[in-house]
């Protein structure tokens, strides 16, 4: 009988870990002013603002498939260049492992 209550015990907690979805740890971010961003303007030093949102892209410089091109607003908005017709649509998946905070205003 032991065995039994055991076993149905098990059975309801791993269902429930199935059933119920894990909580993700809540990350916090920093916030940003356009004037601490535009100190990284570089290729060794690169981060971007698209819609309001800061990416440290400075790991992906060198593989840019539009080489120097990322650069043009390095520090700086890069929203009209980032949304225009030359990107595929995987560089919107790729983009989140890049953010580091928002744009403070």
Not at 18 to 44: C, D, G, M, W
Not at 53 to 63: G, H, L, P, Q
Request: aromatic share 10%; hydrophobic share 45%; with cysteine.
């Amino acid at each position: 009988m032991l065995i039994v209550v055991a076993a149905v015990l098990l059975s309801v907690l791993l269902g429930a870990l199935l059933v119920f979805p894990q909580l993700k740890k809540t990350e916090v971010f920093e916030t940003y002013t356009k004037a601490e961003i535009s100190l990284h303007n570089k290729r060794t030093d690169c981060w971007i603002i698209i819609k309001d949102k800061v990416y440290d892209v400075t790991s992906y410089v060198e593989e840019h498939p539009g080489g120097d091109a990322i650069l043009a607003h390095a520090g700086d908005d890069s929203t009209e260049g980032f949304f225009g017709p030359q990107h595929a649509t995987r560089v919107f998946d790729m983009i989140d492992d890049f953010y580091i905070g928002d744009l403070k205003h």
